[in-house]
């Protein structure tokens, strides 16, 4: 599928998520796997803004969005890196841990509407708790 013209911040687009390799080391053996990291077609929330997202040819920056809630609590993910947000008619969790580049060639499919400016901005609280760069929130918007 060919690439959209462009993007807009804090709305949600699928794209088809690459499967990430990792190379751990066991008993002195380099061996390959898939990475816990979402892969295939996914919900993502636009986290870069409309001038970059028009301006850059190539790729966006989106945190994947899943509707999965974890059930193994013993590892606290949900609690500590995943953001409650409200999207296509039903709450979903943006993967914060999961920020990324993508290429805008792996577009799947037509804008699935925005995030609401209050959970869009707790993302991007998440996201800068995280370290992960300054981010602007957006401004707050008489939409619900």
Sequence with gaps: MTKRDSYKRSHV????LPKQSVEEKTD????????????????CVVMSDDDWNTLNGR???VVP?????????????KESTWVQVY???EFRYAL?????????SRWTTHDCGEIDSYHFNEVVKKLREL?????????SSTKK
């Design 96 to 104: 914060c841990e999961q920020i990324r580049y993508v290429d805008q």
């Design 28 to 43: 002195g053996i380099a061996r390959a796997r898939l990475g816990v990291e979402q892969c295939d077609a996914h919900a």
């Design 65 to 77: 969005l899943t509707s999965a809630e974890r059930e193994d609590r013993s590892r606290k993910k």
């Design 87 to 89: 999207s296509q008619g």
């Design 13 to 16: 687009y699928w794209f088809y």
């Design 59 to 61: 790729g966006i920056i």
């Design 131 to 139: 370290g992960i760069a300054e981010i602007p929130a957006v401004k």
